[in-house]
T-cell receptor, first 115, second 114 residues
Framework: QQQVKQSPQSLIVQKGGISIINCAYE??????FPWYQQFPGKGPALLIA?????SEKKEGRFTISFNKSAKQFSLHIMDSQPGDSATYFC??????????????FGTGTLLAVQP | KAGVTQTPRYLIKTRGQQVTLSCSPI?????VSWYQQTPGQGLQFLFE???????NKGNFPGRFSGRQFSNSRSEMNVSTLELGDSALYLC?????????????FGPGTRLTVL
């Protein structure tokens, strides 16, 4: 119940295309869903995050879509660029309920944007 | 503002030894969490500290321990190292422990156990 399932494991997208990464969870106590981007040799960096009372959140080229009933959320990267090539992790937390910063991470998606 | 600092960046140890990793959070941040990252298990939560108190602990053996000091700096210790402890150990700092806060990760300490 503590798992967050992420797919696909890897993704190749052409420059200018849309990259879509999906995550699913079981624990309905999760109340905070961030996405992280990690480049080789670096720590993960927060991209965008959403709470379950919102169905969509957009920040620049990055959009999170959230489906509470299906317990799924996804990251859309519009106009994908070679500089977006990185590993992306979804995560979930019982932040508000559990008063914790503990994150449960998905398994990661290696994105390659071809020029 | 300086980011999260982790020292050392790289470490090579042999089985049976112990190791101490250090994390300095962003100035003003009082919450520090530790994660282990491996190709096989991904990113796994180790522990979380706030105001020198451990608030949460992941599913790791007792060989993994940590602490936080009054200046919010944190250390984690792994005793009796095993080959499987080879990993990238990441520290993340956050302003508070109230949850849903942005966590800023450091670059990690790459531990290799031979």
């Amino acid at each position: 119940q503590q798992q967050v399932k992420q797919s696909p494991q890897s993704l190749i997208v052409q420059k200018g295309g849309i990259s879509i990464i999906n995550c699913a969870y079981e624990n309905t106590a999760f109340d905070y869903f961030p996405w992280y981007q990690q480049f080789p040799g670096k720590g993960p960096a927060l991209l965008i995050a959403i709470r379950p009372d919102v169905s969509e959140k957009k920040e620049g080229r990055f959009t999170i879509s959230f489906n509470k009933s299906a317990k799924q959320f996804s990251l859309h990267i519009m106009d994908s660029q070679p500089g977006d090539s990185a590993t992306y992790f979804c995560a979930a937390s019982m932040g508000l309920i559990g008063a914790t910063n503990k994150l449960i991470f998905g398994t990661g998606t290696l994105l390659a944007v071809q020029p | 503002k300086a980011g999260v600092t982790q020292t050392p960046r790289y470490l090579i140890k042999t089985r049976g030894q112990q190791v101490t990793l250090s994390c300095s959070p962003i100035s003003g941040h009082r919450s520090v969490s530790w994660y282990q990252q491996t190709p096989g298990q991904g990113l796994q939560f180790l522990f979380e500290y706030f105001s020198e108190t451990q608030r949460n602990k992941g599913n790791f053996p007792g060989r993994f321990s940590g602490r936080q000091f009054s200046n919010s700096r944190s250390e984690m210790n792994v005793s009796t190292l095993e080959l499987g402890d080879s990993a990238l150990y990441l520290c993340a700092s956050s302003l508070t422990a109230s949850g849903g806060n942005e966590q800023f990760f450091g670059p990690g300490t790459r531990l290799t156990v031979l």
